[in-house]
């Protein structure tokens, strides 16, 4: 079945750069769209940003200029680099596909 881990969020500094990992198991992952959600406390969960299986990315236009998604088929991951980082990105952030989702893992912009 599909199974999909997360890693690479924790606490930084307005400003500051995370990258997001995303391992992806259970399925043929290069044939398959890939997207990052995240859900703020109190909030809904919504979509950051996606990949297409042929590499074609949108984005909120929050993030947009400061986020980018990338894929590696070769390694199964799906990665989300985030530059310029805000308190408002704070979130816990979520890997998905087609309905599966990972564990989700802690972001944190705070000084």
């Known amino acids: 079945q599909v199974h999909l881990v997360e890693s690479g969020g924790g606490l930084v500094q307005p400003g500051g750069s995370l990258r997001l990992s995303c391992a992806a198991s259970?399925?043929?992952?290069?044939?398959?769209?890939m997207s990052w959600y995240r859900q703020a406390p109190g909030k809904e969960r919504e979509l950051v940003a996606s990949?297409?299986?042929?590499?074609?990315?949108s984005y909120v236009d929050s993030v947009k200029g400061r986020f980018t998604i990338s894929r590696d088929n070769f390694k199964n991951t799906v990665y989300l680099q985030m530059n310029s980082l805000k308190p408002e990105d704070t979130a816990v952030y979520y890997c998905?596909?087609?309905?599966?989702w990972g564990q989700g893992t802690q972001v944190t912009v705070s000084s």
């Open positions: 998905e596909r087609g309905g599966s």
């Open positions: 990949i297409s299986s042929a590499g074609y990315t």
């Open positions: 259970g399925f043929t992952f290069r044939l398959y769209a």
